[in-house]
């Protein structure tokens, strides 16, 4: 139950998702059905792959992003088909719909699959019926975001958005945006210039992950030289204050994901993550959930612990909404179909509270 007589007002509050990999969204148990149906022998050479419930207590030990990565990477490798990228995807927008998301934006790393023989093809063709099938059944929108991986040279960067834009992706809507993601202990963001001048020039969404374990001079590269349009993560910006301020007047969108950022110990409690900076230097943010397989709680747990630690007000939570919508990649019709939704679930709310007593 959340702080402040808000948990009924998070739950069913209209919300949008910026930071998901979909990858992150396959738990220990469709990661065993997977691995069953697919003929595959989950590594034997790491205990942790003995049972679902195994992995689960390894992922409650995280020590790093990069110790989270491994098994990231390891997990996914029982992703084969267009079915299995179809059902992933759809079973991440079902829990999201109980969580009260009506738009996500989802992140996929292509280059993972392609280097284990999958073909691009493949996820984007699962992935997009997924999509698709999420707007139909559900009624949530929803827009892909293809990700670089630091893990990986930025000539197979160059080849991810070559093959995406020679396939017309960011043309016929099948692709919303270009992100980077990966170990921040590889390389330097500005490595990999040319592919986001590239994506600029071809006016294609950018973002970045940026200040969630390397520091806040990340996060002015990708700004600066990336010409990233929102920020991944970004926790360590409130490091900056003058970086802030810059962030707040341009009204960037940075994608907060505040379990994630306890798991893998960028962090040790909720009360380190920068809330309250941000809404003091008026910094756009939205809270979002990353990997939530692997970190324990989907969109809403995220709310519901930030919501505990800080005890935001009514009008601070429309804030973020707004800030979440306004952010949001896409179209303009979408943006106010989705105000209109926040708008009529925070009248609705206010309404049922009870008037304060007259003196
Ligand atoms: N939290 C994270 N940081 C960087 N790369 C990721 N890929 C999946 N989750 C990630
Ligand atoms: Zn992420």
New binding site residues.
Partial sequence: MCNGGLHSFLVTLPKCEH?L?I??TLSPEALFDLAKRNNIKLSQDDAAFASPATLLERYAKFSS?DD??HY?FKAMEVLLTEPDFETLAMNYFETAKKDGVVHAEV?F?PDAHTKRGISYETVVAGLRKGCERAQKELGISSVLIV?V??NHSVSDAKSVLEVAMKAGHFSNGTLGGLGM????KVGKPEDWEEVFTTAKNAKIHRTA?AG??GPPEYISTALGRLHTERI??GRTLAEDPELMKEVATKQILVTL?PL?NIC?RGIKQMSEMPIRKFIDAKVHFSINS??PA?FGGYILANYCSVQEEFNLSLGEWEDIAEHAIQGSWCSAERKRELKNLVYKHSMKFRSSRPMPARR
Wanted: aromatic fraction near 14%; hydrophobic fraction near 20%.
């Fill in positions: 930071h990999h990858e992150g992003l989270f990565l990231y992140f790393d990700c991986l630091r993601s990966g170990s921040e992950h969630e374990e991944d993560h994901c994630s893998l990353d990997d692997y």
